[in-house]
């Protein structure tokens, strides 16, 4: 007889009710209208003519987000990490030497993801908060020999930018590819990819794209594409070996995986939309609002944690006041108005909030809004002054 079915598991759900959140943290952030509207269409077969014709204009949107030309450049199916790990997975072999530029939390993720593929793995670092200097730079490239530096554009634990102008070069000088975290920095930051002679880039969907997460956009230069030709092994990860997936994303067409059709439909929409709007003015948009959200909460008396000339235009970290516990206002803003912002990690947690104007998000509206949230709410989660003794008569 077959085996009697059990119950033990089976629950009787309503159907699914989330509620409305306006996603002002490190990300996810809210996706546009549009790519949710294409997210929601009929799945078609992912060899299917239509969908190959879209996995082009896929591509070739990403390259102008990233202004590349490389030719390997494709949506990872998987979240940002994966595209991260794709960066290393493909290019180090056991014993290569990888420096690490950390100056947060992703790049200490740098640094143990390069492990995991047997580099030999050197780092330097900066305090959370501040950015290389070109001439530290090169002093480890010289010191260390190493064959990759990896770093991160746009750290979100932190928010700062790292300013790119010559790193590429003394990386070429020195036989060592760039490899560059974008995560937080494509679609919003001014990003040049080609001009900044970076070899290995990734980056997420649900940030300055303006998508939900799930792909990781991923690029490899020629140089990068060298070093992984010359591999004297496979690569160690087989989902995420590239010289396979380019098979299915270049003109061979060769099935790899099942790839997640309706999320690369999404990808399509959020990138046609930024090509809409143009890289500049999306970048002026996102720097403009950031701005606009530093002036605010300065004149609110609250603190910034970065130097302006550093500040990530996507990624504010704004002090905690002493005596105000950070995570219970945050809570608040959930719990009353909907509104997420995040809290610090690593070495800034219960330091900083950390609040997000990425993609969709970025509007001088909702700026305004958290700015009269933060000056009606916050007053009474700080301390109350200690009561002063009356005066003796």
């Given at each position: 007889?077959?085996?009697?079915?059990s119950?033990?598991?089976?629950l009787?759900?309503?159907?699914?009710?989330?509620?409305?959140?306006?996603?002002?943290?490190?990300?996810?952030s809210n996706?546009?209208?549009?790519?949710?509207?294409?997210?929601a269409?009929?799945p078609?077969?992912?060899?299917?003519?239509?969908?190959?014709?879209?996995m082009?204009?896929?591509?070739?949107?990403?390259?102008?987000?990233w202004?590349?030309?490389?030719?390997?450049?494709i949506?990872?199916?998987?979240?940002?990490?994966a595209?991260m790990?794709a960066?290393?997975?493909?290019?180090?072999e056991?014993?290569?030497?990888v420096?690490?530029a950390?100056?947060?939390?992703?790049?200490?993720r740098?640094?143990?993801?390069?492990?995991?593929?047997?580099a030999e793995?050197v780092?330097?670092?900066?305090?959370?908060?501040?950015?290389?200097?070109?001439a530290e730079?090169e002093a480890?490239?010289i010191?260390?020999?190493?064959?990759?530096?990896?770093?991160?554009?746009?750290?979100?634990?932190?928010?700062?930018?790292?300013?790119?102008?010559?790193?590429?070069?003394l990386c070429?000088?020195?036989?060592?590819l760039?490899?560059?975290?974008?995560?937080?920095?494509?679609?919003?930051?001014?990003?040049?990819?080609?001009?900044?002679?970076?070899?290995?880039?990734?980056?997420?969907?649900?940030?300055?794209?303006?998508?939900?997460?799930?792909?990781?956009?991923?690029?490899?230069?020629?140089r990068?594409?060298?070093?992984?030709?010359?591999r004297?092994g496979?690569?160690?990860?087989?989902?995420?070996?590239?010289?396979l997936?380019?098979?299915y994303?270049?003109?061979?067409r060769?099935?790899?995986?099942?790839a997640?059709?309706?999320?690369?439909f999404?990808?399509?929409?959020?990138?046609?939309?930024?090509?809409?709007?143009?890289?500049?003015?999306a970048?002026?948009?996102?720097?403009s609002?950031?701005e606009?959200?530093?002036?605010?909460?300065?004149?609110l008396?609250?603190?910034?944690?970065?130097?302006?000339?550093l500040?990530?235009?996507?990624?504010?970290?704004?002090?905690?006041?002493?005596?105000?516990?950070?995570?219970?206002?945050?809570?608040h803003?959930l719990?009353?108005?909907g509104?997420e912002?995040?809290?610090?990690?690593?070495?800034?947690?219960?330091k900083?909030?950390?609040?997000?104007?990425?993609?969709?998000n970025s509007?001088?509206?909702?700026?305004?809004?958290?700015?009269?949230?933060?000056?009606?709410e916050?007053?009474?989660f700080?301390?109350?002054?200690?009561?002063?003794?009356?005066?003796?008569?």
């Amino acid at each position: 007889m077959p085996p009697s079915i059990s119950s033990t598991h089976r629950l009787a759900l309503d159907p699914i009710a989330t509620p409305e959140r306006l996603l002002l943290g490190p990300g996810p952030s809210n996706a546009h209208p549009t790519v949710l509207q294409a997210l929601a269409r009929m799945p078609i077969g992912h060899l299917d003519p239509l969908y190959i014709d879209l996995m082009g204009e896929v591509q070739e949107l990403l390259r102008y987000a990233w202004q590349t030309d490389n030719r390997l450049t494709i949506p990872m199916s998987g979240t940002g990490s994966a595209a991260m790990e794709a960066t290393l997975a493909n290019t180090i072999e056991p014993g290569d030497k990888v420096l690490v530029a950390v100056m947060g939390y992703f790049g200490q993720r740098l640094v143990d993801m390069a492990g995991r593929y047997r580099a030999e793995v050197v780092s330097i670092e900066r305090p959370w908060g501040e950015a290389f200097e070109l001439a530290e730079l090169e002093a480890a490239l010289i010191a260390h020999k190493p064959a990759i530096l990896a770093m991160v554009h746009a750290e979100t634990s932190t928010g700062v930018c790292q300013p790119m102008e010559g790193i590429g070069d003394l990386c070429r000088q020195h036989d060592c590819l760039l490899l560059l975290d974008t995560v937080t920095s494509l679609g919003a930051v001014p990003l040049h990819i080609d001009a900044w002679k970076v070899d290995l880039a990734y980056s997420c969907s649900q940030k300055g794209l303006s998508c939900p997460p799930g792909l990781g956009p991923f690029t490899m230069g020629p140089r990068a594409e060298a070093k992984l030709a010359a591999r004297s092994g496979k690569v160690p990860n087989w989902y995420l070996d590239v010289s396979l997936l380019n098979k299915y994303w270049g003109s061979d067409r060769v099935y790899h995986h099942t790839a997640p059709v309706n999320m690369n439909f999404g990808m399509r929409e959020a990138l046609r939309l930024l090509a809409e709007e143009g890289l500049e003015a999306a970048w002026a948009r996102h720097r403009s609002n950031a701005e606009r959200l530093w002036a605010g909460l300065e004149q609110l008396g609250l603190e910034l944690h970065v130097s302006e000339p550093l500040r990530l235009a996507t990624l504010t970290t704004v002090r905690i006041p002493e005596g105000v516990d950070g995570k219970a206002f945050s809570r608040h803003l959930l719990d009353r108005f909907g509104i997420e912002v995040g809290g610090g990690l690593g070495d800034l947690a219960g330091k900083v909030w950390r609040i997000g104007l990425m993609g969709y998000n970025s509007t001088p509206e909702n700026v305004d809004r958290l700015l009269d949230i933060f000056a009606s709410e916050l007053p009474a989660f700080r301390p109350s002054p200690a009561p002063v003794a009356a005066a003796i008569a």
